[in-house]
């Protein structure tokens, strides 16, 4: 084994974000010889998940320091992260700053509030990719896309095979693979239902239906983002 | 769409868990329509995963009210959990009032220790799983394992596949292909090397050599914990 360099890596934890989002990604990324993992809150308060499970941040916005990698989970949370200027700000900055950025689920809407994906292939959660064409994306209907330094992945547990690829990039695939044994990772979904091009198409219309109101508010969110980036 | 009755849910939260091994069923479970998770720490304060990351516990062994789905997941802190009596007793008593015990990676061996495995079924993380033997289970080299009311699982992400069956069978199949769909669950791996069976010999040998020290605590831990069941 030859000597890891480190590779600081950013994750940003706000209020709503859904965990395994980032949880998924964390248990990847954190077994990458030299990886050194900051988990960046707008305070050092527990976050709480979208649906209950609260994470203890390790940094604040204001204390962090730079990344090499930067990554950002989605959520009902995104809604108001895409507004509010302080996340927005501080990830412009971050991504800039960072030599990769990986946005999973509809996190990758605040990688284009912040716009950073402008002109560029970009992917995200089933029921809202198609918004990243607000912000200047050219949205593929992909479960992983690199495009350069960018790594967008479909709806939550997609962050799981990304992050592996991230490994792979960064740190080699025989890494990479490792770590797939160690979390053994030789998944056995139990229904073909994973994405609407597979799954029943009454159960894709009941999810939308479902979705309806939360898709109404993100709309106005991502209307209001891409015009405050249109204006920056 | 009927009215839910109630499913309660105690997730075991230990220090120095593999905090996928908890946030991936969690996530799939708590979608699930009446689900009413508790997150059970020995005290209220948060529980650092054994790779720093800190969940927030929502109750504690003393305060929790028994479940009807008891969740148990691993991670190098099983090596101290099992030889707990603190923990031991706790579990017993727990999956003795639970409906349904799911146990993930090496968290079956605490199901093993507090006796709820003997003479059933069972699989774990495959650096581990043979050690369920000591605990009276007849060992499984599979990745998802239901006998009767216990549902086991290999290590870390399959927790998420059995977290899909579980729901499907406590909720029924289209609310965990719900589920699935909702957290866009068509995995691509990106390697083949998830498992012992399919990695190259090369990686297993070498993970296995990594392992080596901790595979000797564990089986001191293992060998006490048996001793402890055998004699209560």
């Given at each position: 084994m030859t000597a890891s360099r480190e590779i600081r890596i950013n994750m940003i934890l706000f209020a709503?974000?859904?965990?395994l989002d980032l949880t998924g990604p964390h248990e990847v990324l954190v077994r990458m010889p030299g990886a050194r993992i900051e988990l960046v809150g707008e305070s050092l308060a527990p976050v709480v998940s979208a649906r209950g499970l609260a994470i203890v941040p390790t940094a604040t916005r204001q204390s962090v320091a730079p990344a090499d990698l930067l990554v950002v989970p989605g959520g009902r949370g995104v809604d108001q992260a895409i507004i509010d200027p302080a996340w927005v700000s501080f990830m412009r900055e971050a991504a800039a700053s960072a030599r990769w950025v990986f946005g999973i689920c509809t996190g990758t809407l605040l990688l284009g509030a912040a716009g950073v994906l402008r002109g560029r292939r970009a992917t995200g959660h089933w029921l809202a990719r198609d918004l990243l064409s607000r912000f200047g994306a050219n949205v593929c209907d992909e479960r992983i896309v690199i495009d350069g330094n960018i790594y967008t992945s479909g709806g939550v547990t997609a962050g799981i095979d990304m992050a592996l690829r991230v490994v792979a990039d960064l740190a080699g695939e025989e890494t990479a693979k490792r770590i797939q044994l160690q979390i053994e990772y030789d998944p056995e979904p139990p229904f073909r239902a994973g994405t609407p091009f597979v799954a029943a198409p009454g159960l894709v219309a009941s999810l939308r239906q479902e979705d309806a109101e939360r898709r109404t508010r993100l709309e106005a969110a991502v209307a209001q983002a891409a015009a405050s980036l249109a204006a920056s």
């Open positions: 709503g974000l859904t965990q």
